[in-house]
C-alpha cells in the first residue's frame, strides 16, 4: 500500500509513531555528546556518565494514549516532573512519583541533524497550551557538571536539543532479595533490597507489592516494608 505524509503548519511535532511505544534511552547534550541529563536522587542535572551509577542516566519511556511520553528513571522509579507543575519559563525540572499529570508527559520533537544522528525537543505538556511553547532545558546554556536541567520558553537553541542514546546493552538474567527473611513487631518497618545479576544493568528499579496489605504494607518505590498485624 502508499503511505500519504502531510506537513503541519504548527511549530513541531510529535514523533510518537517513529519512535515507538516503549524503550530505554539516555539523553546526551547536542552541545557535548559526553555529558547527559542525570536523576541524582532528588534533582535532575547534567553529568558525564558514572559506569558506577549507570541507571541514574537511563529513562524507560512509555508511549501514552495522547502520544506522549512518561520518562521513568531506572534509579529508582521516579519520573521527570515540571516542579509544581509550573508555567512559567526558568521553572526547575526534578523526579516525583508518577501521578499522572501533565507536568509528568513529554512530547519527543525531532528538531534537526546535529553531526550524523537526530536530536530532539522535549516539550511538556502541561495543564494547559501555553506550556507547549516550553522546552526542557540546560540553564543558561552551559554544558558544566551539575549544571541544572529547568523548562523555558522555546528558543531553538542546542541547549534544548538532546540526542537518544537506546539502551541495548545485557538484559537482566536474575534478580534476589538479599535481605527477604525479616521478623517484625507490629508497626515495625524494614527496608528489603535487591540484587541483579548482572550488577551493573542501568535498569534496575523495581515495583514492590504485597499480596496482602493488611498483614504487611510495602512501599512500591523503596521496598520499605512495614508489619500491620500478625
Request: glycine share 8%; with cysteine.
Amino acid at each position: 500500500g502508499s503511505t500519504t505524509i502531510k506537513t503541519m503548519k504548527t511549530a513541531w511535532a510529535p514523533t510518537s509513531g517513529v519512535l515507538g511505544s516503549q524503550f530505554i534511552v539516555s539523553l546526551s547534550v547536542a552541545m557535548k555528546s559526553d555529558i547527559y541529563v542525570r536523576n541524582t536522587g532528588s534533582n535532575v542535572d547534567i553529568y558525564t556518565m558514572n559506569s558506577s551509577e549507570k541507571s541514574k542516566y537511563y529513562w524507560i519511556c512509555k508511549r501514552q494514549s495522547d502520544h506522549t511520553y512518561i520518562f521513568k528513571s531506572a534509579y529508582d522509579g521516579k519520573v521527570l516532573d515540571v516542579q509544581g507543575a509550573g508555567t512559567t519559563s526558568g521553572t526547575n525540572v526534578f523526579t516525583s512519583a508518577s501521578n499522572g499529570g501533565g507536568n509528568q508527559r513529554w512530547y519527543i520533537c525531532r528538531m534537526c541533524y546535529k553531526g550524523d544522528y537526530e536530536v530532539y525537543r522535549l516539550i511538556p505538556k502541561g495543564n494547559n497550551s501555553n506550556e507547549v511553547h516550553m522546552s526542557l532545558d540546560i540553564a543558561n546554556a552551559k554544558t558544566d557538571k551539575g549544571t541544572n536541567i529547568q523548562v523555558v520558553d522555546r528558543n531553538l537553541t542546542d541547549a534544548q536539543k538532546f540526542k537518544l542514546n537506546y539502551y541495548s546493552g545485557t538484559e537482566i538474567t536474575s534478580l534476589k532479595i538479599s535481605n527477604g527473611n525479616q521478623t517484625l513487631a507490629k508497626g515495625n518497618s524494614k527496608n528489603l533490597s535487591i540484587a541483579f545479576t548482572p550488577s551493573n544493568t542501568p535498569c534496575n528499579s523495581v515495583i514492590w507489592k504485597s499480596n496482602n496489605k493488611n498483614v504487611v504494607d510495602i512501599d512500591e518505590n523503596t521496598g520499605k516494608i512495614t508489619a500491620k498485624s500478625i
